[in-house]
Nanobody
Framework: QVQLVESGGGLVQVGGSLRLSCAASGSKISTYALEWFREASGKEREFVAVVSWNGTNPKYSDSVKGRFTISRDNDKNTVSLQMNSLKPEDTAAYYC?????????WGQGTQVTVSS
């Protein structure tokens, strides 16, 4: 079992930056793909970014590409999401996910609100 806890959300102005972190416990996540999703009020949860187990080939949704950066630290059992140039449409609850084969674990989410 893997427990994931996100942190770093908050209120930020348009154009600002936030760094989200997701800490894993219960098991090492070094062999898991790690992802970030977000869910805006009234909308479906959507993919934001993914990083492979070894940190290579990160991928991003078109809406965040060039503004967000996903990274992982396997020694610390964490994954982060650096968010720059934030826009009002980035407002959402952000969730991290660990995935390896059929095993999928979600965090409880952290709220990001971008005010104009």
């Amino acid at each position: 079992q893997v427990q994931l806890v996100e942190s770093g959300g908050g209120l930020v102005q348009v154009g600002g930056s936030l760094r989200l972190s997701c800490a894993a416990s219960g098991s090492k996540i070094s062999t898991y793909a790690l992802e970030w999703f977000r869910e805006a009020s009234g909308k479906e949860r959507e993919f934001v970014a993914v990083v492979s187990w070894n940190g290579t080939n990160p991928k991003y949704s078109d809406s965040v590409k060039g503004r967000f950066t996903i990274s992982r630290d396997n020694d610390k059992n964490t994954v982060s999401l650096q968010m720059n140039s934030l826009k009002p449409e980035d407002t959402a609850a952000y969730y991290c996910r660990a995935r390896r084969g059929p095993n999928i674990y979600w965090g409880q989410g952290t709220q990001v609100t971008v005010s104009s």
